[in-house]
Nanobody
Framework: VQLQASGGGLVQAGGSLRLSCAAS????????MGWFRQAPGKEREFVAA????????YYADSLKGRFTISRDNAKNTVYLQMNSLKPEDTAVYYC??????????????????WGQGTQVTVSS
């Protein structure tokens, strides 16, 4: 399984970015996908997740209303739309997928396959 994240960059506070994560190596629609982020000196934290079959979504409480996760199973891609960005959203963002099943999880330990990360920097 390979995951390739893209779409990060530098944006001013209040701006938006859309991250993409292209997956290959297995049947994409059968597996849950997640986004996590890690800021310097901090642990990796859950951002959002989406189930494989019915597209149920889960968000970190602090990000609800600003971030939206979605997936296009025909394109084997999961997205993270980030709006009203804040300087504290600055981090490396990682996409990940579970080793089996389509139930989404919030713990990084449930995910075995990770993308390389994409840097998001929000300036004040």
């Amino acid at each position: 399984v390979q995951l390739q994240a893209s779409g990060g960059g530098l944006v001013q506070a209040g701006g938006s970015l859309r991250l993409s994560c292209a997956a290959s190596g297995r049947t994409f629609s059968s597996y849950a996908m997640g986004w996590f982020r890690q800021a310097p000196g901090k642990e990796r934290e859950f951002v959002a997740a989406i189930s494989g079959s019915d597209g149920r979504t889960y968000y970190a409480d602090s990000l609800k209303g600003r971030f939206t996760i979605s997936r296009d199973n025909a394109k084997n891609t999961v997205y993270l739309q980030m709006n009203s960005l804040k300087p504290e959203d600055t981090a490396v963002y990682y996409c990940a997928t579970v080793p089996w099943g389509d139930d989404a999880h919030t713990s990084p330990s449930e995910y075995d396959y990770w993308g390389q990360g994409t840097q998001v920097t929000v300036s004040s």
